[in-house]
């Protein structure tokens, strides 16, 4: 494994997360089956993503440096 990601594109983070809180939510009755939990860390991970592009993008924009070197 030669490259790497990002922990918010990452579904096996977002897989992890959506078990801890569908455990949760059984607690209190409410229940999420596996193909619902799939598909939530599926789009968790694309949301992730977006929201991390657009973080890269507005902080480029608001950067007081150029990039590149001297």
Do not use: H
């Not at 494994?1 to 607690?27: F, N, P, Q, R």
């Not at 193909?35 to 480029?60: E, K, N, P, W, Y």
Request: aromatic share 8%.
């Amino acid at each position: 494994m030669d490259e790497s990601k990002s922990w918010y594109t990452s579904k096996a983070v977002w897989g992890g997360v959506v078990a801890i809180l569908s455990g949760v939510a059984g607690v209190f009755g409410y229940a999420v089956s596996p193909d619902d939990q799939t598909q939530l860390a599926s789009i968790l991970a694309a949301v992730g993503a977006t929201v991390g592009g657009a973080a890269a993008i507005f902080g480029r924009i608001k950067a007081s440096k150029s990039i590149g070197s001297k």
